[in-house]
């Protein structure tokens, strides 16, 4: 199954029983306005998944600023909004895929591989005349039954002891200006972590907003390995979820998440920091 699906599709499928779309849009800074936007219109039968509240466990000193909850949370989350394995999902945001990956990499990782991203976003889906509504969906809780891939996600350490050993592609899928150390609005420390190369999570997408196919997304990672073991990072374990779909389509086999990413990284003082191009 291709990872992202088309509007189309999903417009002549609206009445699938077997289908949840989840609605994920969410702005970082104002954690209000995704389900502000999500009443003011959304696909019919949406329901909303907020990245802090339902996607993201507590901070505290170590861990990111969106730190992954617990398996038994995210199943909580995932069964009261009627995700279970009979159920095919298919998630969306108005952030470029940001926020909707985050979903789609957590089922991944809960092991719910029956999982998709909306092409376009729910702006693209709107232009296009395609119904909205107002509706807030009424929920059907089920059971969501994790089967968690724990190899699909690294803590601080596991990347530490990573770092120099040959055949590691480490991968930072901010800006470069935050990669380079240049500038850093969101965390207090700016840079990268030592050895890792740079890919905006962003240059997966064409100018329209919609994912490159696949034979785009090969030539953008072509000098990587995919038959190498490749982690991707960036400021606290939502973007590279993106980056991490990209490289999927793209052919990749071993691709790990650092979920702390960047704001982990940092909050332990004795880290090494880099700025420059590597």
């Not at 992954?68 to 945001?93: F, H, M, N, Q």
Request: glycine residues 10%.
């Amino acid at each position: 199954m291709a990872n992202v699906v088309s509007m189309e599709w999903i417009r002549d499928h609206l009445n699938d029983e077997s289908l949840v779309l989840a609605d994920c849009r969410f702005a970082l800074g104002q954690p209000l306005s995704g389900r502000k936007d999500y009443e003011e219109g959304h696909l019919p039968g949406a329901v909303y998944v907020d990245l802090e509240r339902d996607l993201s466990g507590p901070k505290a000193e170590h861990g990111g600023r969106h730190p992954l909850p617990s398996i038994t949370e995210l199943a909580d989350v995932l069964g009261r909004a009627g995700i279970d394995g009979s159920k095919r999902v298919v998630a969306y945001d108005d952030q470029g895929g940001a926020m909707a990956s985050r979903l789609w990499w957590i089922l991944k990782y809960l092991g719910h591989d029956n999982v998709q991203i909306m092409d376009g976003g729910f702006g693209a889906w709107k232009r296009e005349g395609y119904p909205v509504t107002l509706d807030v969906t009424e929920l059907y809780a089920t059971t969501f039954e994790p089967q968690p891939r724990s190899e699909m996600l690294l803590t601080m350490e596991e990347v530490k002891s990573r770092l120099g050993t040959p055949g590691l592609q480490l991968l930072d899928s901010r800006e470069a200006k935050r990669y380079r150390g240049e500038e850093e609005a969101i965390d207090p420390v700016a840079g990268h972590i030592p050895g890792a190369a740079n890919y905006f999570w962003k240059d997966s997408l064409t100018e329209q907003g919609t994912w490159k196919p696949a034979e785009q997304l090969r030539e953008r990672f072509s000098s990587l390995s995919p038959d190498r073991e490749t982690v991707v990072y960036c400021g606290s374990g939502v973007t590279a979820c993106p980056n991490i779909l990209a490289l999927t389509e793209a052919g990749f086999r071993d691709i790990k998440l650092y979920g702390g990413s960047w704001s982990d990284w940092i909050s332990y003082k004795e880290n090494l920091i880099a700025t420059g191009e590597e």
